[in-house]
T-cell receptor, first 114, second 109 residues
Framework: DAGVTQSPTHLIKTRGQQVTLRCSPK?????VSWYQQALGQGPQFIFQ???????QRGNFPDRFSGHQFPNYSSELNVNALLLGDSALYLC?????????????FGSGTRLTVV | GNSVTQMEGPVTLSEEAFLTINCTYT??????LFWYVQYPGEGLQLLLK?????DKGSNKGFEATYRKETTSFHLEKGSVQVSDSAVYFC????????FGTGTRLQVFP
């Protein structure tokens, strides 16, 4: 049973560019969340998608946007990249309706902005 | 608002020593509580969880008890190994995960 798959694993972008990160959730999971983990910090919640809609959003600017597809996979898009966007981006999936929730994390995408 | 506070690291121990990593939280209601572990260059792995007051989560020799009266969820292990060296994150679930800043554990032979 495949867990959460993220791609790419590493990425280097230039300031001002745009980036798209991808996530395939664990089989049977329908809710996907994205987190940003800066070096030496704990993960920070970006947003959560369920039924192809953004359900919750953390304290991130509109440059961060996302999408969820009918197969529950998700994308995170970041526009006008800043040096401060360099971080590990983690995707987590869960089954949306069954509490307590069991979250599964992917290995992350390491984004470096130069 | 909801938050998690962890003890600062790094925590440096000799093999077979006793481990405690403190975690306290602020939250409304009765959130589930988690400990995650992150090895170098990897994502997060669930170590253990507790879903209600007085629950004890345990896994691989690690334990933590959900203490509502002290709003704490301290992580303990009786005898650490070199392979336990990693960063440990305490988290609470308010329909999204809120993490502490992490505590780095270094275990030396």
């Amino acid at each position: 049973d495949a867990g959460v798959t993220q791609s790419p694993t590493h990425l280097i972008k230039t300031r001002g560019q745009q980036v798209t990160l991808r996530c395939s959730p664990k089989s049977g999971h329908d809710t996907v969340s994205w987190y940003q983990q800066a070096l030496g910090q704990g993960p920070q919640f970006i947003f959560q998608y369920y039924e192809e809609e953004e359900r919750q959003r953390g304290n991130f600017p509109d440059r961060f946007s996302g999408h969820q597809f009918p197969n529950y996979s998700s994308e995170l898009n970041v526009n006008a990249l800043l040096l401060g966007d360099s971080a590990l981006y983690l995707c987590a999936s869960r089954w949306g309706s069954q509490k307590p929730y069991g979250y599964t994390f992917g290995s992350g995408t390491r984004l470096t902005v130069v | 608002g909801n938050s998690v506070t962890q003890m600062e690291g790094p925590v440096t121990l000799s093999e077979e020593a006793f481990l405690t990593i403190n975690c306290t939280y602020t939250a409304t209601g009765y959130p589930s509580l988690f400990w995650y572990v992150q090895y170098p260059g990897e994502g997060l792995q669930l170590l253990l969880k507790a879903t209600k007051a007085d629950d004890k989560g345990s896994n691989k020799g690690f334990e933590a008890t959900y203490r509502k009266e002290t709003t704490s969820f301290h992580l303990e292990k009786g005898s650490v190994q070199v392979s336990d060296s990693a960063v440990y994150f305490c988290a609470l679930d308010t329909d999204k995960l809120i993490f502490g800043t992490g505590t780095r554990l270094q275990v030396f032979p």
